[in-house]
């Protein structure tokens, strides 16, 4: 099943196979680049590598203005000081305590009534952006982020920077691509650029940067993407050295592999990497459940009970508040104990958890390298003592662990690796640094399905990995488009009457019931056909019950068509009989393939529609109409006082209007929950805006009628 994030991106829009060369120039125009009304004459290779190039500096100036954002809050809030952890381990008790507590409350108010995307650790909220969205991203996210992340950071919030310079980054690449009105396929692209210019920017690490675009944003390698990235991620990088200097994020130890059985030491070290992913993930999803039961706590409020934990937590271990990049560098020296590495470790596990859960706002990867490098700390501390070949520092083994366990919590290991590549700019930190990353890769796949930041996605309901097309199919029940008519026979049926029936229905099976209308078994016109031969022996004796398959497969009226899918795939049935939800084995209908495979193309073609224009819908309340395809368009307008509380099947609209509601927007609700692909038994609300398609004459008389 391919990578959702492949779906509808790549490859882009294609030109026709009867390509003239006017058709040839009209597809060139429309892919130029339009600024102010001025469509400038640019090929599509060269607008993506104009766009990487002004996404880059876009980008890494907003990496620096990032950053200075987040110095000045910490002076704001602990006042002057060399490093983050110096002038919290300088600050009072009370403020300790406190502090957090009260950016929590500014977090909170800044993601209820700016940006609400601006919760969380960003990450999640651009792959659904360009897999969902058309690479759609507000404008206002990159002040929203900004603020939340660098108040959540400053004030003692155990996240990182990374997440939130992603997705500024992201919505900036966005909202160029949108100045621009470039294609769909582009402005997920400039997502892309803007995402690899905000790590490459933050790393000082152009090819890490590059990759991690593509292989977690896009999830391909695309070589229609390759150029455009880089060119951003190179440019994001020049730009930061050029103001902030060529230093690296970390000053890494010397490296060298002292020995080949050093490789098993490694390999322990990325199953326990994995392991510690797992335990992370799973962590941050216990601590959302558990804030999200706190009803009596106003969502606002939750960050600054958050808060207040960390600033407990603080008094005792100030190691794991803020962005813990003071403390890394002394565990890549092996300056740090080892009792205190495994409480350190424990500590920024549920430090990160409290934050995130809590609606803190900042980035899970530098938490990542943190946890990652107390473990690799531990295991060469703890290996140093157990083997008797000579094996390398502590420190190196926190080096490789940054990168395991970045690699087990992402599922981006080719990101993990080229990130501690460029750190130490050693090849030699490769061999062990693979076996690791690898390792540790595989097993976190095997047991948790989802990545730290698929997770968050995936409990929504948004599977990125199995695909657009299994998510709709999911989104669908089998009562939306099941048929009631059906064949229903009983078990003693004669032969002679089965063929009778069968030569003028139009049905391809025979639901066999007992004397209670009990589903019993399957008859299909395979099944009449391999019984000819045996008709000369058994005569007028042969009955249904002879006939039948005595395991059918049934799906009940709630289950979804993915199920129904996958039922069709171990039998050839045409027809599956439809069971009630109570679990009573009567049928009340059935499913045919090609209704499932017409609801599938026809889901298909709402997402896709929606996705593309959600942002027109949130960006513009005044326009009515947009083109859409041939003849037919696309129309919003606000669910009229007449039609509320209705559903929307009791309408008819397709059968009286010709028109379909392909997408329903909440504009009350966060950017994340804002649209809804509508149901027969969607409720219609007055507030909500309704997207409609259809000929643009019918269209039009609605919208008459509504307004």
Not at 298 to 325: E, N, S
Not at 613 to 633: E, K, N
Request: some cysteine.
């Amino acid at each position: 099943m391919p990578d959702a994030r492949t779906q509808g991106r790549e490859p882009p829009e294609e030109l026709p196979d009867d390509c003239t060369e006017e058709a040839e120039r009209n597809y060139s125009r429309r892919q130029a680049p339009v600024l102010f009304g001025f469509r400038l004459p640019l090929g599509r290779q060269a607008t993506m590598l104009l766009m990487g190039l002004l996404i880059g500096v876009a980008g890494g100036f907003g990496a620096i203005a990032f950053r200075w954002l987040i110095t000045t809050c910490q002076d704001l809030a602990w006042g002057p000081g060399d490093t983050a952890l110096g002038r919290i381990e300088a600050a009072s008790p009370l403020m300790v305590l406190l502090v957090p507590a009260l950016g929590g409350v500014l977090v909170g108010v800044i993601t209820r009534y700016m940006a609400p995307e601006a919760k969380g650790h960003g990450v999640p909220e651009v792959m659904y952006a360009v897999a969902r969205k058309g690479g759609v991203i507000r404008p206002v996210v990159v002040i929203g982020k900004a603020l939340a992340s660098a108040v959540c950071i400053a004030t003692g919030g155990s996240v990182g920077r990374e997440g939130p310079i992603v997705q500024i980054g992201a919505a900036m690449g966005s909202t160029l691509g949108r100045l621009f009105r470039l294609p769909v396929n582009a402005v997920r692209m400039s997502v892309a650029c803007g995402a690899a210019a905000g790590i490459a920017g933050t790393f000082n690490a152009p090819i890490a940067g590059a990759f991690f675009a593509l292989e977690v944003i896009l999830g391909n390698f695309s070589s229609n993407a390759f150029g455009a990235v880089v060119i951003s991620s190179v440019t994001a990088t020049a730009i930061t050295r050029s103001v902030l200097g060529n230093e690296p994020a970390f000053q890494v130890p010397a490296y060298s592999i002292h020995s080949p059985w050093e490789m098993w030491i490694y390999a322990v070290l990325g199953l326990l990497a994995a392991g510690a992913a797992i335990l992370y993930v799973l962590g941050i999803e216990w601590f959302e459940d558990r804030f999200d039961a706190l009803d009596r706590v106003p969502v606002m409020l939750r960050p600054a009970v958050g808060g207040l934990i960390i600033g407990f937590v603080g008094l005792f271990l100030p190691q794991i508040m803020g962005v813990g990049y003071d403390t890394i560098q002394p565990m890549l020296a092996g300056e740090v104990g080892l009792g205190m590495l495994l409480v350190l470790l424990v500590a920024k596990m549920l430090g990160t958890g409290l934050t995130i859960g809590s609606g803190g706002s900042g980035g899970v990867f530098a938490p990542s390298l943190f946890i990652g490098a107390a473990l690799g700390g531990l295991v060469g501390g703890i290996a140093g003592h157990l083997v008797s070949f000579p094996i390398g520092s502590p420190g190196a083994y926190a080096l490789v662990g940054m990168g395991a366990m970045v690699a087990a919590a992402t599922h981006a290991p080719i990101t993990a690796i080229l990130i501690i590549f460029e750190l130490t700019n050693d090849y030699h930190v490769i061999l062990g640094l693979m076996v690791s990353c690898i390792i540790g890769t595989l097993v976190s796949q095997r047991v948790l399905k989802q990545s730290i930041y698929t997770m968050k996605l995936a409990r929504r309901g948004i599977d990125l990995k199995e695909g657009q097309e299994v998510n709709v199919l999911r989104s669908v029940q089998v009562r939306d488009i099941m048929r009631h008519d059906m064949e229903i026979v009983q078990e003693q049926t004669t032969f002679a009457q089965l063929v009778d029936r069968m030569v003028l229905s139009p049905h391809y099976e025979f639901l066999v019931v007992d004397d209670d209308g009990r589903l019993v078994g399957i008859i299909s016109v395979d099944d009449i056909r391999h019984a000819l031969p045996r008709l000369s022996t058994q005569g007028e004796e042969f009955v249904a019950a002879d006939l039948m398959s005595r395991r059918p497969i049934t799906v009940r009226e709630t289950d979804t068509l993915d199920r129904v899918m996958r039922c069709i795939a171990r039998r050839t049935y045409e027809e599956i009989p439809v069971l009630p939800a109570d679990g009573e084995p009567r049928p009340i209908g059935v499913i045919r393939r090609d209704d499932v495979i017409r609801a599938y193309n026809k889901q298909m073609l709402r997402a896709d529609l929606g996705g593309s224009v959600s942002a027109r819908m949130s960006d513009s309340t005044q326009q009515r109409l947009w083109a859409a395809i041939g003849p037919h368009v696309l129309g919003q307008v606000e669910v009229p006082e007449v039609l509320n509380g209705r559903t929307l099947a009791s309408l008819h609209l397709p059968a009286r209007h010709g028109v379909e509601v392909i997408l329903i927007e909440h504009p009350e609700r966060p950017d994340d929950s804002r649209y809804e692909l509508p149901r027969g038994e969607t409720v219609l609300e007055t507030g909500q805006r309704m997207l409609l398609f259809g000929e643009r004459s019918k269209v039009e008389r609605l919208l008459e009628q509504w307004t």
